[in-house]
């Protein structure tokens, strides 16, 4: 009696319970997730990925042996929670990290990641269908993490050599894990070869696409993140070893920057850029701030200072840095927050508006 009542209920309720076990997933991880370099953190995103892939090998062991219609129901609603439980702990972390890009490019990847998930959880109804779905998103998360914990744990450094190795390193994983999967799982079923062909092309296409948004400089150079930016008129080192800086404050509704985007200026001050990078403990790499300014009459940012500075990481709120313009002119402004690679950690647009006038200025300690 009671197992017919779940089983009905998994019948009923199967896609909104397969969202809310997701959903579950990300909001207990962003009580957890701290920092990339965190051992604990990646302890948890290691068995997730463990556990998932687990998962997978066993629930279509599970559709290809089982017989008894009652268990058919019951074995399979366990182990989908708890594989969308994992899936979403994973997006969670991932989401956070490369949402640091400073780009809307960089967010819009994830945020689409997130909506393809959803999509494919309510639409894919099939079994190969499903084995499809969970098989590109294990390999998408996998990717990702894998290009976030090479350069941090191995490397000690970022640069596209240690990209390329990175995502070699996931092919060989991949290829292991659908090695096993044919093996155990889809060898001796009706067109087994095309199946394995198919899911390894979208395999391959995913990382074909991660390459492209990556040297097209869509998303970040993980493990590097961009912890804050702005654009002041002083910045100064206080005693302590904080910075003393002012600045036009950005109003309340615009509560995701600092600074304003207009920058008020007399003729003969200066604009600092100061930024704020994390880098993982024990990883040291050049970091640039590059001043860009718009040409109305050719359409082009041009670059007009390239400045580097070195960083080492291990510090929660980012290593701090700044530049300097000296020689300012009215009109539309840019700094970005690069690597030697010229991969974009980050940017701040502000617009100058030359004035006679002093603006209010606020002080803050950064």
């Known amino acids: 009696m009671i197992k017919e009542l779940i089983s009905n209920f998994w019948q009923k309720y199967e896609r909104p319970l397969l969202l809310v076990a997701a959903i579950g997933g990300f909001i207990f991880d962003l009580f957890l997730a701290k920092r990339p370099d965190s051992i604990a953190d990646n302890i948890l995103l290691v068995s997730y990925l463990f556990i998932v892939g687990a998962l997978i090998v066993l629930l279509n ?4 042996n089982v017989t008894a219609e009652g268990g058919a129901m019951i074995a399979p609603m366990w182990t989908l929670l708890i ?11 991932l989401l956070i990290l490369y949402g640091k890009s400073g780009t809307l490019g960089g967010d819009l990847v994830f945020i689409g990641f997130l909506a ?5 959880n309510e639409y894919l109804k099939t079994k190969y269908g499903q084995l499809r779905f969970n098989v590109a998103v294990y390999y998408f998360l996998l990717l990702t993490y894998l290009v976030m914990a090479v350069p941090t744990f ?3 450094t970022i640069g596209t050599q240690v990209f390329l190795i990175s995502g070699a390193a996931s092919l060989v994983f991949i290829a292991l894990f659908l090695r096993m999967l044919y093996r155990v799982v889809l060898r001796g079923q009706p067109g087994a070869h095309r199946k394995l062909y198919e899911v390894s092309g979208i395999v391959l296409l995913i990382f074909a696409l991660f390459n492209v948004l990556y ?5 970040p150079p993980v493990p590097l993140s961009l912890k804050s930016i702005g654009i002041y008129h002083t910045v100064t080192r206080t005693a302590d070893g904080n910075y003393s800086a002012t600045l036009e404050p950005s109003p309340w509704y615009i509560f995701w920057r600092d600074t304003s985007a207009t920058y008020t200026w007399a003729t003969g001050e200066s604009a600092t850029c100061f930024s704020a990078v994390f880098a993982p403990a024990e990883l040291f790499t050049p970091i640039y701030q590059r001043w860009e300014y718009f040409y109305p009459t050719t359409g082009d940012w041009i670059t007009v200072a390239h400045v ?3 960083i080492s990481g291990g510090r929660a709120q980012g290593y701090r840095g700044f530049t300097t313009k000296t020689k300012l002119e009215a009109g539309q402004w840019r700094c970005d927050v690069e690597t030697a690679s010229g991969q974009l950690i980050g940017r701040i647009s502000f617009d100058v508006v030359e004035s006679s006038s002093t603006p209010t200025l606020s002080s803050v300690t950064l």
Do not use: D, R, S
């Open 61 to 64: 062991i599970h559709e290809k």
């Open 116 to 120: 393809a998930f959803a999509l494919g």
């Open 154 to 156: 191995v490397m000690h």
């Open 215 to 219: 040297f097209t400089n869509i998303i």
């Open 83 to 93: 594989m969308q439980f994992c899936f979403g702990g994973l997006a969670n972390n």
């Open 308 to 310: 580097q500075f070195p």
